[in-house]
């Protein structure tokens, strides 16, 4: 009916209540996404990643992505628990990780590369390649840095990576996840 369309996103870091995707309503939804082969995004604050988890442990077989890594706070260099929280769900084969809102989550006037390596250690160590995707989070990343300064932190950060790894973080992962749903009904109609 709307080939274009494979997925959907609620703002869920907005909701007040961090235990939020665990509501029943929100976990008939989850389901139905399942059903019709939908993809969904999980838009969260690292404090939600608890609750992340324990959504997934229902759906294993729902394709899940996490946005902006979990918006784990770089302004602070905190990275625990966020970096064990998101080890734990980088378990699940089902679940991808969203490599953008980097620059947003740091000091917007100061930050440097270097600020952002450990972070970038943690996912590349937990999704590995073939489970990353690259995204620029524009407009919004203007608040702290230019388009081409938040996709040279990932190039520069995998410049001694094999062009197949590159290729696959800058898009053929997301053509995979995201394409399920189409090339699913493509080769079924």
């Given at each position: 009916m709307y080939p274009k369309l494979c997925g959907f996103r609620h703002i869920v870091q907005a909701e007040a209540d961090d235990r939020f995707m665990l509501r029943p309503a929100?976990?008939?939804?989850?389901?139905?996404?399942?059903?019709?082969?939908?993809?969904?995004?999980?838009?969260?604050?690292?404090?939600?990643?608890?609750?992340?988890?324990?959504?997934?442990?229902?759906?294993?077989?729902?394709?899940?992505v996490i946005d902006h890594i979990a918006k784990p706070s770089i302004k602070t260099n905190l990275r625990l628990p966020w970096a064990s929280d998101l080890c734990a769900i980088a378990k699940n084969p089902n679940v991808y990780c969203k490599i953008s809102g980097l620059v947003t989550e740091a000091d917007w006037h100061q930050w440097t590369p270097d600020d952002f390596k450990p972070y970038l250690d943690t996912v590349f160590e937990a999704f590995g390649v073939d489970r990353l995707i690259f995204?620029?989070?524009?407009?919004?990343?203007?608040?702290?840095?230019?388009?081409?300064?938040?996709?040279?932190?990932?190039?520069?950060?995998?410049?001694?990576?094999?062009?197949?790894?590159?290729?696959?973080?800058?898009?053929?992962n997301a053509a995979r996840f995201y394409g399920q749903r189409a090339s699913h009904h493509a080769v079924t109609t």
């Amino acid at each position: 009916m709307y080939p274009k369309l494979c997925g959907f996103r609620h703002i869920v870091q907005a909701e007040a209540d961090d235990r939020f995707m665990l509501r029943p309503a929100f976990l008939r939804g989850i389901k139905c996404l399942e059903e019709f082969d939908f993809t969904y995004d999980i838009l969260i604050y690292a404090r939600q990643l608890p609750a992340a988890l324990e959504l997934l442990s229902k759906f294993p077989s729902q394709p899940f992505v996490i946005d902006h890594i979990a918006k784990p706070s770089i302004k602070t260099n905190l990275r625990l628990p966020w970096a064990s929280d998101l080890c734990a769900i980088a378990k699940n084969p089902n679940v991808y990780c969203k490599i953008s809102g980097l620059v947003t989550e740091a000091d917007w006037h100061q930050w440097t590369p270097d600020d952002f390596k450990p972070y970038l250690d943690t996912v590349f160590e937990a999704f590995g390649v073939d489970r990353l995707i690259f995204g620029s989070d524009w407009p919004v990343c203007l608040l702290a840095a230019g388009y081409h300064q938040v996709v040279a932190l990932v190039t520069d950060y995998m410049r001694d990576f094999p062009k197949t790894a590159v290729d696959k973080v800058f898009g053929l992962n997301a053509a995979r996840f995201y394409g399920q749903r189409a090339s699913h009904h493509a080769v079924t109609t």
